[in-house]
Structure formats: C-alpha cells, structure tokens
C-alpha cells in the first residue's frame, strides 16, 4: 500500500519515486542492456587498447611500461607508412561506392519489365561473403586464365598481372570491394527512395525542376539520413580492410597492399613476433582516423540540423 503523506490533501497519496518519474526513466531501462554492451565490447576494449599501446608486450609476458616509445617507432616505420598510404587510397577510392549505390537504386525505382531480376542481380553481391569476393576477383584476375585478360585478349591487349603488380595490386583490391560495397549503399538509397515525399516531386515538377535538378535540389537532400550511413559504413569498411587482402594478396608483393589492420595483424598475432604494444599502437592511429572523419560528418549534420 502507498504511504499517507500528511502534506497532501484528504484522500490522496504519495506516489512512489518511479511513478513520479516514469516518463523520464523508463527509456532508460530499454537502453540500459545496449549500454551496458556496448560499455564492455566497444569502450573498454579501446580503453584498453590504448593502455596496452604505451607499453611492450608479447601477449604473455610482463608488460614493460615505454611511454610514446611505440608511437615514435612508427614515424620511422617504412611498412607503416606505405600501409597509411594505402589506407588513404582505400578512403578515397571507396567512397566512390555511395554515388554508384545512389544511381543504381535511382535505376532500380522504376517500374520496368524484368526490375524483379535486375534488383536481385545488383543485390547479390551484398549476401556473398568478403572471402568468396575475394576469391571471384583473384580468379579474375590470374594472369593467363583469368576473365579480364581474355576480355583485353579480344582487343589486342597483353596479359596484365594485376595482383603481382605493386603499383596495381592495391587498386584491384578496391575495386573488388567496391562490389559488394555499392550493392550496400544502392540498398541503403532504396529504402531512403521509398521515403521520399511524392508531394515536394510534384511540386517541383510544377516549378519546371526534372532531370538533374530535381535529383539534386528534392531528391538527394531528402537521402540525407540514407547518405550519412552510407558514409559512415563505407569509412569504416575501407579503414577495417582486412579479409580481402588477406585473401588476395596477403599483404604482398613485398608488403605493397598493407593496410593498417593488415599490419598491425602482422605486428600483433603474426609470425612477425606478436608485438601487442606495438600492434595496439597501429590500431589507436587507426581508430582516431576514423574518429575524424566520422566526427566531422556529425558535426556537419548537427549544424545543419541546429540552423533549419
């Protein structure tokens, strides 16, 4: 039974302290299981990754507290610097997946004959693991056997040996991400299609807008929730590229395709010596690229939001 306040009226009590506040907490309950998740499997594995980067450690052993030692290693790093490069080139290359998934899924919102089939073949790469992209690609790409050297067979062109080939071996890494990596983004754009109000089409169409300007004044700016996932994942997924090269490539030839996951893999559980410290540093200076950009994306749309 509630308690009688003496300060309340006749006939009235005390409500308890969660009924009295039931609105503002209850949302808290549902979030209180994810929190705690995320708490244990996100934040505190970067806590401790960072931890771990200030000291020299083999896993098992005692670790040996070094301050910025590993952080200044990795200026003098050759290995480390061509994987930072490549991870840019991956950065840069990869976003290139969200213009391609946005005028597919505009391909596909139609009502066409046979559009049943042409989503199912756009939307196949999506389902297919990274490991059997992987392996579609490095048969592809066989120097003698492989499709894309008969197909510039027919034109007259010599075998290309694109994954022997240090100055085109990372690029045909991207590109086989790209695959699966646009069937992503065209589905993400899809559903934001779905969403988009028929009513600011029309009038647009009254306003004379349609081709280009339609898309790019009423369409697009009504994909931005679909556009900043799209961003978010494909930054992630070209920063953690990792199970194609190890596929593909394995980091060569001679450690030109290394990105920093692959590298600090190497450095941290490889034969190269498991190096904890170290390989912990490459993945702090992998986390605050990432950091960046996602950062400076939300604060572009929070500032947008805030000046409507």
Do not use: H
């Amino acid at each position: 039974m509630s308690s009688v306040d003496p300060t309340l009226p006749p006939g009235t009590t005390s409500r308890s302290w969660y009924k009295r506040n039931e609105i503002a907490v209850t949302p808290w309950l549902f979030l209180a299981p994810a929190i705690l998740f995320f708490a244990f499997y996100v934040i505190w594995p970067i806590y401790q990754s960072i931890v771990i980067s200030f000291y020299d450690w083999d896993g098992l052993g005692e670790a040996r507290f070094i301050g910025m030692g590993n952080y200044v290693e990795l200026m003098d790093d050759g290995a480390f610097e061509v994987s930072l490069w490549n991870n840019l080139k991956w950065l840069l290359f990869y976003l290139l997946a969200i213009p391609g998934g946005l005028f597919i899924a505009l391909f596909l919102n139609q009502t066409v004959t046979g559009i049943r089939l042409y989503k199912s073949l756009f939307f196949f790469p999506f389902v297919i693991s990274q490991v059997v992209v992987g392996l579609v690609f490095s048969w592809f790409y066989l120097p003698n056997e492989g499709l894309l050297n008969g197909m510039l067979g027919l034109v007259g062109l010599g075998p290309v040996n694109v994954l022997g080939d240090p100055s085109w071996a990372t690029y045909g890494i991207i590109a086989a991400g790209l695959w699966p990596q646009t069937a992503y983004c065209m589905i993400l754009y899809l559903t934001g299609l779905n969403a988009v109000d028929p009513e600011q089409i029309e009038a647009g169409r009254l306003d004379g807008a349609k081709g280009w300007k339609m898309l790019w004044y009423i369409i697009i700016p009504q994909l931005k929730p679909a556009t900043f996932i799209a961003f978010v994942v494909t930054i992630i997924g070209a920063l953690r590229s990792f199970d194609l090269i190890s596929i593909m490539t394995n980091g060569g030839p001679f450690g030109q395709t290394r990105v920093l996951s692959f590298y600090m893999f190497e450095k941290a559980l490889s034969e190269y010596g498991f190096r904890m410290g170290y390989g912990a540093a490459i993945a702090v200076v992998l986390f605050l690229i990432m950091l960046v950009f996602i950062a400076y994306f939300l604060w572009s749309m929070w500032k947008e939001e805030r000046g409507r």
